[in-house]
């Protein structure tokens, strides 16, 4: 291909990008202004269309995997790529769920009356544009749209190129069901994937787009935070410990960490670490090891410190330990009771989720209250941080930094809010 074809088409991906930010901005207002029964209506007849043509949509999608396939992908990336008749059930079960829960827009959560007579409220509205940027997940095509448009807000999708054809088919559905609705198409738009470079046409569109939410790897999320331009929320990456003290229930704490390892590797609250007190003896921390390599996990550490007590590890580099593996792979690090799991977590941690297996009631309290993540668990598994299980439906992910939103984003978290103030001719 000459550059100056090259060219074009970078100047024809770019003009696309802005003109669905343009449109996108026009509809923003009038879906901000949707009662809640209106937007519930599309949500449910959404989640039905989506059942209904789910042949449509594992057809496209075992294209996306054949391509997948062809081009190298790893097997975590392929999981998280593949839709099957149960997991979009999965998702259309996470519209209605969506449905189901409180409206935040219009909710006051502030109120008072001013000396001079003048009625002030704080209230909920919507954000405006969402731009949304991730990888390889087809269902937050859904999920993006559920949330954004039950806030109020209008989704601009810019998923990757590996799940072109199953977005493409999904937002089809997604704005068929609008138009069925007399509500505008506009209202999710997903942009061209064919470079990087519509990226950064969206998290710039300063003026048109007025949040970008970016949902992925390490590499992707530093990307977009980097480069916005446009006010962003950060969804860290998950790499989530699960600290063993020497007061835990073994066997539970065995099956808590399996749990969070084991049950969906490719997901963000996959447990990536464990961490065993040195207080446990030795048996105790053999038998954890073993546990995690029967079920198929590679676990790298300190080979000396593990040979120590009968284990036999992968060797692990400093990398190891800040890694998300998003697979069958798991870091081990033998600490000096919770005051040296915290002090390895602080230094470690992606501020996601992070967990500990003790009966001892002032190590949970310990532990809980020094540890600095977005969530911290006491005795179950790290799969436990998701909007779904939190009862929030659908979640855009989750947010690792500080403000405005932290821990799994549904409905509040994509809204700001506006004070209004009534008078009754006051004059200052």
Request: proline residues 3%; contains cysteine; negative net charge.
């Given at each position: 291909?000459?550059?100056?074809?090259?060219?074009?088409?970078?100047?024809?991906?770019?003009?696309?990008?802005?003109?669905?930010?343009?449109?996108?901005?026009?509809?923003?207002?009038?879906?901000?202004?949707?009662?809640?029964?209106?937007?519930?209506?599309?949500?449910?007849?959404?989640?039905?269309?989506?059942?209904?043509?789910v042949?449509?949509v594992l057809?496209?999608?075992?294209?996306?995997?054949?391509?997948?396939?062809?081009?190298?992908l790893?097997?975590?990336?392929?999981?998280?790529?593949?839709?099957?008749?149960?997991?979009?059930?999965?998702?259309?079960?996470?519209?209605?769920?969506?449905a189901?829960?409180?409206?935040?827009?219009?909710?006051?959560?502030?109120?008072?009356?001013?000396?001079n007579?003048?009625?002030?409220?704080?209230?909920?509205?919507?954000?405006?544009?969402?731009?949304?940027?991730?990888?390889?997940?087809?269902?937050?095509?859904?999920?993006a749209?559920?949330?954004?448009?039950?806030?109020?807000?209008?989704?601009?999708?810019?998923?990757?190129?590996?799940?072109r054809?199953?977005?493409?088919?999904?937002?089809?559905?997604?704005?068929?069901?609008?138009?069925?609705?007399?509500?505008p198409?506009e209202?999710?738009?997903?942009?061209?994937?064919?470079?990087?470079?519509?990226?950064?046409?969206?998290i710039?569109?300063?003026?048109?787009?007025?949040?970008?939410?970016?949902?992925?790897?390490?590499?992707?999320?530093?990307?977009?935070?980097?480069?916005?331009?446009?006010?962003?929320?950060?969804?860290?990456?998950?790499?989530?410990?699960?600290?063993?003290?020497?007061?835990?229930?073994?066997?539970?704490?065995?099956?808590?960490?399996?749990?969070?390892?084991?049950?969906?590797?490719?997901?963000?609250?996959?447990?990536?670490?464990?961490?065993?007190?040195?207080g446990?003896?030795?048996?105790?921390?053999?038998?954890?090891?073993?546990?995690?390599q029967?079920?198929?996990?590679?676990?790298?550490?300190d080979?000396?410190?593990?040979?120590?007590?009968?284990?036999e590890?992968?060797p692990?580099?400093?990398?190891?330990?800040?890694?998300?593996?998003?697979?069958m792979?798991?870091?081990?690090?033998?600490v000096?009771?919770?005051?040296?799991?915290?002090?390895?977590?602080?230094?470690?941690?992606?501020?996601?989720?992070?967990?500990?297996?003790a009966?001892?009631?002032?190590?949970?309290?310990?532990f809980?209250?020094?540890?600095?993540?977005a969530?911290?668990?006491?005795?179950?598994?790290?799969?436990?941080?998701?909007?779904?299980q939190?009862?929030?439906?659908?979640?855009?992910?989750?947010?690792?930094?500080?403000?405005?939103?932290?821990?799994?984003?549904?409905?509040?978290?994509?809204?700001?809010?506006?004070?209004?103030?009534?008078?009754t001719?006051?004059?200052?």
């Amino acid at each position: 291909m000459s550059a100056q074809q090259t060219d074009l088409d970078r100047a024809a991906e770019r003009a696309e990008v802005l003109a669905k930010a343009r449109r996108a901005k026009e509809v923003a207002p009038e879906v901000a202004a949707l009662p809640t029964p209106a937007k519930d209506a599309v949500l449910y007849r959404a989640a039905e269309a989506l059942t209904k043509r789910v042949d449509e949509v594992l057809q496209v999608n075992q294209q996306d995997l054949e391509a997948g396939r062809e081009a190298g992908l790893v097997e975590s990336v392929l999981d998280r790529l593949a839709l099957d008749a149960g997991r979009i059930e999965g998702i259309a079960d996470g519209l209605r769920q969506v449905a189901s829960l409180q409206d935040p827009v219009g909710e006051v959560l502030t109120g008072r009356t001013l000396p001079n007579g003048i009625q002030m409220k704080q209230v909920r509205v919507p954000l405006g544009v969402m731009g949304m940027v991730y990888e390889a997940r087809p269902n937050v095509t859904v999920d993006a749209f559920g949330l954004a448009l039950k806030s109020g807000n209008v989704a601009l999708l810019r998923g990757s190129k590996t799940a072109r054809h199953s977005n493409k088919k999904l937002v089809e559905v997604l704005q068929d069901t609008l138009a069925a609705h007399g509500l505008p198409r506009e209202a999710v738009q997903l942009l061209p994937c064919e470079t990087h470079d519509s990226v950064q046409d969206l998290i710039t569109a300063r003026g048109l787009v007025d949040v970008v939410i970016p949902r992925g790897s390490a590499r992707l999320i530093e990307a977009v935070v980097t480069g916005a331009t446009v006010p962003t929320i950060e969804t860290g990456t998950g790499n989530c410990h699960f600290y063993i003290d020497a007061s835990a229930d073994l066997d539970k704490a065995i099956a808590m960490l399996l749990n969070g390892k084991t049950r969906r590797v490719s997901v963000c609250n996959a447990t990536e670490t464990v961490l065993l007190d040195a207080g446990l003896a030795d048996a105790d921390k053999q038998a954890v090891v073993s546990a995690l390599q029967k079920a198929g996990v590679v676990v790298h550490g300190d080979v000396a410190k593990h040979a120590a007590f009968g284990a036999e590890v992968a060797p692990a580099t400093e990398a190891d330990f800040a890694e998300e593996y998003l697979s069958m792979d798991i870091a081990s690090a033998v600490v000096d009771g919770v005051e040296g799991a915290i002090a390895h977590i602080t230094r470690y941690s992606s501020g996601h989720t992070e967990a500990i297996a003790a009966q001892d009631a002032d190590a949970l309290r310990r532990f809980a209250d020094g540890v600095d993540a977005a969530a911290v668990v006491l005795n179950a598994s790290t799969a436990f941080t998701d909007g779904e299980q939190y009862g929030m439906g659908a979640e855009i992910g989750i947010s690792t930094q500080k403000l405005h939103a932290r821990g799994p984003m549904a409905l509040p978290e994509l809204t700001t809010t506006k004070w209004i103030l009534e008078g009754t001719g006051q004059v200052r």
